[in-house]
């Protein structure tokens, strides 16, 4: 095969995948919430044909990605040391092969670090302040 044609298929094949995967991704989410529901309709439907008490709905059950979309200090922090990470990485990397002009656009990833690690300070304070701590005598 003619290496010009390689060259205009591998852009196509790339999108039409990065496309195809996240679609399946959603699919396969919505797929399996779907299977959640219909098992806790059931579970419920039972438990009043039996006269049972009605056992409470999972958190995060019902909702837009509920459960993934509490916050927490200790995701944050995790995100945040990777972008900082990564972007030292990155504008070290660059400078280093020779495109010291490029390498400041890896300090993005520095700026995006430094502000999840302060994302996740202000949360444990907040997490500290709403939940009582059990460590204290």
């Known amino acids: 095969m003619d290496p010009g044609v390689i060259a205009v298929f591998i852009p196509i094949i790339a999108i039409v995948m990065g496309i195809g995967i996240g679609m399946m991704a959603i699919w396969s989410e919505h797929k399996r919430k779907a299977q959640l ?7 419920r439907m039972h438990a009043i044909e039996k006269g049972l008490e009605l056992p409470p709905l999972p958190p995060g059950l019902v909702g837009f990605m509920q459960s993934a979309a509490v916050a927490s200090s ?16 990155g504008f070290v990397a660059i400078k280093n092969a020779g495109g010291a002009e490029g390498a400041p656009f890896a300090l993005i990833g520095v700026a995006v670090g430094v502000s999840q690690l302060v994302y996740a300070a202000m949360l444990r304070k907040k997490e500290k ?9």
């Open 74 to 89: 200790a995701r944050a922090l995790r995100s945040g040391l990777i972008w900082l990470l990564a972007g030292i990485v």
């Open 129 to 137: 302040d709403v939940l009582p701590d059990v460590e204290k005598p």
């Open 37 to 43: 529901l219909e098992q806790n309709h059931r579970e």
